[in-house]
């Protein structure tokens, strides 16, 4: 019966985790000046870039179809590693 409430606390903990982090993220614009200048030796992409043609487009949505597949496999290991049982 404890392993449940544990588990339990542990799925509590992560969700109120990654709550914490989205919002952090969603927050990130306090008014402050942000430097947009890249890096030396580095050239800006994505929202810098002005190719809005078609294929440019595609390309961009099948990135980020991918990077979202590849977040829902990574969240799906999180949660069947929360599920496992410890070793007695």
Known sequence: MKQ???????????????????AAGCSSNTGESVNTTPPPGRTPTSAAA???SDASLNANLS?????LNALNSDSANVD?????????
């Open 4 to 22: 449940t409430s544990s588990l339990g606390t542990k799925k509590m903990l992560f969700a109120l985790a990654a709550v914490v982090l989205l």
């Open 80 to 88: 069947s590693s929360l599920n496992e049982q410890q070793a007695p």
């Open 63 to 67: 990135n980020v179809d991918s990077q």
């Open 50 to 52: 002005k190719d809005t």
